[in-house]
């Protein structure tokens, strides 16, 4: 079946404790990103990646990082998070990376910070 | 960049009746329009897209509707039902360079169908 898979679906940690959302596709998408939701402000994009080790910042990025070390695979990481990145993230992969189609979204992880 | 506004944030209809969600963007070099939906508790899934080359695109019971000149375009479900109801997301995609695939959301219209 043709999915975007995140790990864990809930996490709980506390600040400064460094952490990694996993993030992987099985459609041999180039195009990966990560968008955080917040009520009342959409999704915003963190970073993006246009293909393996091709990655840019988002419209948010301060407090993240990532990797694209393989097509399949793109990683969120925070360093030393802090309460407010505590948010609901989807990482979202789509066919074609010089071409507007359709954005694939994982199931979610939401993260609490405290 | 590109900066995408969605009203009302809150829409409330009788089963039957129709509801329309409407986005406005700011850049004009945005030439691709998807709206997704996301379930509570789901992801945000795609129901329809349009790009700037045609001014109308229709789904059965969903249609959205694109005005290049006033840079806004809009969402029209008719007959809803209570499955409808679900939070919407307009976006925007300008094209060219690094901006293929980065899309900007609006903030998300919380659509509520009473049966």
């Not at chain 1, 404790?17 to 990560?34: G, R």
């Amino acid at each position: 079946e043709a999915q975007v898979t995140q790990n864990p679906r809930y996490l709980i940690t506390v600040t400064g404790k460094k952490l990694t959302v996993t993030c992987s596709q099985n459609m041999n998408h180039e195009y990966m990103s990560w968008y955080r939701q917040d009520p009342g402000l959409g999704l915003r994009q963190i970073y993006y990646s246009m293909n393996v080790e091709v990655t840019d910042k988002g419209d948010v990025p301060e407090g993240y990082k990532v990797s694209r070390k393989e097509k399949r695979n793109f990683p969120l990481i925070l360093e030393s998070p802090s309460p407010n990145q505590t948010s609901l993230y989807f990482c979202a992969s789509s066919l074609l990376a010089h071409s507007n189609t359709e954005a694939f979204f994982g199931q979610g992880t939401r993260l609490t910070v405290v | 960049g590109e900066n995408v506004e969605q009203h009302p944030s809150t829409l409330s209809v009788q089963e039957g009746d129709s509801a329309v969600i409407k986005c406005t963007y700011s850049d004009s070099a945005s030439n691709y329009f998807p709206w997704y939906k996301q379930e509570l508790g789901k992801r945000p899934q795609l129901i329809i897209d349009i790009r700037s080359n045609v001014g109308e695109k229709k789904d059965q019971r969903i249609a959205v509707t694109l005005n290049k000149t006033a840079k806004h375009f809009s969402l029209h479900i008719t007959e809803t039902q209570p499955e409808d109801s679900a939070v919407y997301f307009c976006a925007a995609n300008p094209a060219g360079g690094t901006s293929y695939g980065k899309l900007t959301f609006g903030q998300g219209t919380i659509l509520t169908v009473h049966p």
